[in-house]
């Protein structure tokens, strides 16, 4: 409730209760400082939500950067890396190079059927 602002007609009538004193200038200052001090309070509230949500940003491009240097491929900061093989994937291999004692024979065009080379590898093979 709001009184009005206390005059020296106001306060020596008798219109008020005895004890009732004008308050309205000493409410609204109350009111004005409750609204400063919520006012610094929000700013308050704001800056610390946008120094926290800096922050974070700050924490995401960080692993965001720690990523891109985990990959060599997407890494550009003039670290030339060697992308050659250093090691061939069958050089573990068992049964690597069995063929190498073996020498590959020429294919010859022979126009007769039982001269070319098919022919007499299949005779070599099935009527041995």
Same mark, same amino acid.
């Given at each position: ?12 009538? @008798? ?14 200052? !109350? ?11 929000? &700013?308050? !509230?704001?800056?610390?939500? &946008?120094? *926290? ?5 700050? +924490? $995401?491009? =960080?692993? =965001?950067?720690? +990523?891109? $240097?985990? @990959?060599?491929?997407? /890494?550009?900061?003039? @670290? ?9 994937? /069958? !050089? /573990?291999?068992?049964? *690597? @190079? ?8 020429? &294919? ?8 070319? /080379?098919?022919? $007499? $590898? ?7």
């Amino acid at each position: 409730t709001h009184y009005p602002i206390c005059h020296s007609e106001i306060e020596n009538s @008798n219109s008020q209760p005895p004890g009732l004193v004008c308050t309205s200038v000493s409410d609204d200052e !109350d009111d004005t400082e409750a609204a400063l001090a919520e006012l610094e309070r929000m &700013k308050k !509230d704001k800056a610390e939500d &946008k120094e *926290k949500q800096e922050q974070e940003e700050q +924490l $995401k491009a =960080e692993e =965001e950067s720690q +990523l891109f $240097k985990g @990959n060599p491929l997407l /890494d550009n900061n003039n @670290n030339p890396t060697s992308f050659g093989v250093k090691r061939r994937w /069958d !050089d /573990d291999v068992p049964f *690597k @190079n069995q063929a190498r004692g073996e020498t590959k024979l020429q &294919k010859r065009s022979i126009n007769d059927t039982m001269r070319n /080379d098919f022919a $007499k $590898k299949f005779l070599q093979r099935h009527m041995k």
